[in-house]
């Protein structure tokens, strides 16, 4: 609500955000109210709320925005030290000398220091969060090479125990492709069970990890293909290596087990 900053204000104003007018002006509109703020250059100076804005993350990415944060005019309370923000259609790597020099041809004594681009900065901001989420990603792929491995075993189990009936049902007619199909049908059951109860869980808790994490959405659908698709195709080859098996038996030598 409001207006920004004119280059030059006739009076003292501020900026303020949505949390600073929640708290001190809760039932009316904070444009137009005062505040003072107490320090030993003009602790009688009063502003005028001229503008209200959102609240930012200040100390890094992963916060909430619950800082309370006045903006000040630049001229009425200067800081030694200022930020820059650039956009460039070129590498900005290659932009520094450019700005330094620039800055030095305004002023000699003032320091060009702490030059990121902005995909440095937010990886630097997220260094905390990064490592757990690296962390987390070799825990899903231990699980999914314990999943392909379990599917594997419990198949493989399976088609051990039913040697004498898979024998007995190639003796009355069964094909080979007919035994392997059926073993295979079923490891495809499995998976897809695991799939759904998988996928269902990923989209009621996309939500949390889309509050936690910056810019990560609540639903990724290539994301979540590609997982349906490489851990199901996973899967499914773990299934068919025991159906291949399945349909390899010799039902007479099942037949003289039984």
């Keep these: 609500m409001g207006r920004n900053f004119a280059a030059h204000e006739a009076e003292p104003v501020v900026i303020v955000d949505e949390n600073v007018a929640d708290k001190y002006w809760p039932n009316g509109n904070a444009l137009g109210q005062r505040l003072r703020m107490a320090d030993t250059e003009a602790p009688d100076r009063w502003y005028t709320v001229v503008g209200v804005v959102a609240p930012v993350k200040q100390g890094n990415l992963a916060q909430m ?32 000398g450019a700005i330094g020099a620039a800055i030095t041809a305004l002023d000699p004594e003032v320091a060009l220091y702490d030059v990121q681009t902005m995909d440095d900065r937010v990886a630097s901001s997220l260094g905390a969060q990064r490592t757990p989420m690296v962390l987390a990603l070799v825990f899903a792929g231990v699980a999914f090479v314990v999943a392909v491995i379990g599917i594997y075993g419990v198949l493989a189990w399976a088609v051990s125990q039913r040697i004498n009936e898979i024998g007995l049902r190639m003796a009355l007619g069964a094909r080979a ?25 990923s989209l ?55």
């Design 177 to 201: 492709a007919d035994i392997g199909r059926m073993i295979l049908g079923q490891g495809g059951r499995l998976v897809a069970i695991g799939l759904v109860v998988g996928v269902a869980g």
């Design 65 to 96: 925005p619950t800082k309370e944060t006045v903006y000040w005019h630049y001229e009425q309370r200067p800081r030694s030290s200022t930020v820059i923000a650039l956009r460039t259609v070129v590498p900005p790597g290659q932009l520094a």
């Design 204 to 258: 009621a808790l996309g939500r949390v990890l889309a509050s936690q994490l910056d810019r990560v959405g609540a639903f990724d659908p290539a994301v979540l293909a590609v997982t349906v698709v490489g851990l199901g195709g996973a899967a499914l080859v773990a299934s068919w290596l025991p159906a291949r098996r399945a349909a390899r038996i010799d039902p007479l030598e099942a037949l003289r087990k039984e």
